[in-house]
């Protein structure tokens, strides 16, 4: 029982590094979500992707791209950390209306 | 957009009755969502409401809709110590895939 699975937990980058975030899920579920966690803020989306072969643009885009590899991998692209992007990222997957799952999140710090 | 507002902090005594609340701007929020996150983990499901209930009850849980105030709250019965952690109230569109989340309410539990 898997679920969602991200990987790495823990980064710290340079500022202008890039890096991508990995996110895989074991469900069968159709639809993929990135959002990023910043204190007080709560969750905001980044990145979403209703069905395999299809992605669109959450709240807070810039700076990010994305890729649904599959119907079980969605991943999210850092081309040119900046220090902004210093946050707590979270992949989730959905088949419906009964929620989401989360994976335990990737921590990132750019410097 | 959809927007979605709580409360930052609740504090109450172990074997006392939490109530976290959270509104939302959008009348065409069909789905509303609780979540729990403990320190370092992802975001857990605990319960959710579709809006044509009033209310669902889950063991210590008790979920209260009120679509004309768009109000939503979460009372915990008997809160436990690990009930500690940070409560999320999301909100979802019936036409979208996006689920918008409120900046989440922390709630401490003293012995």
């Known amino acids: 029982n898997a679920g969602v699975t991200q990987t790495p937990k823990f980064q710290v980058l340079k500022t202008g590094q890039s890096m991508t975030l990995q996110c895989a899920q074991d469900?069968?579920?159709?639809?993929m979500y990135w959002y990023r966690q910043d204190p007080g803020m709560g969750l905001r989306l980044i990145y979403y992707s209703a069905s395999e072969g299809t992605t669109d643009k959450g709240e807070v885009p810039n700076g990010y791209n994305v890729s649904r590899l599959n119907k079980r991998e969605f991943s999210l692209r850092l081309e040119s950390a900046a220090p902004s992007q210093t946050s707590v990222y979270f992949c989730?997957?959905?088949?419906?209306?009964?929620?989401?799952?989360f994976g335990s999140g990737t921590r990132l710090t750019v410097v | 957009g959809e927007d979605v507002e709580q409360s930052l902090f609740l504090s109450v005594r172990e074997g006392d009755s939490s109530v976290i609340n959270c509104t939302y701007t959008?009348?065409?929020?069909?789905?509303l969502y609780w979540y729990k996150q403990e320190p370092g983990a992802g975001l857990q499901l605990l319960t959710y409401i579709f809006s044509n209930m009033d209310m669902k009850q889950d063991q210590r849980l008790t979920v209260l809709l009120n679509k004309k105030d768009k109000h939503l709250s979460l009372r915990i019965a008997d809160t436990q110590t690990g009930d500690s952690a940070i409560y999320f109230c999301?909100?979802?569109?019936?036409?979208?895939?996006?689920?918008?989340f409120g900046s989440g309410t922390r709630l401490l539990v003293r012995p």
């Open positions: 959008d009348s065409s929020s069909t789905y």
């Open positions: 989730a997957s959905t088949a419906g209306l009964y929620g989401y799952t």
């Open positions: 469900m069968n579920h159709n639809s």
């Open positions: 999301a909100a979802r569109r019936d036409s979208s895939y996006k689920l918008i």
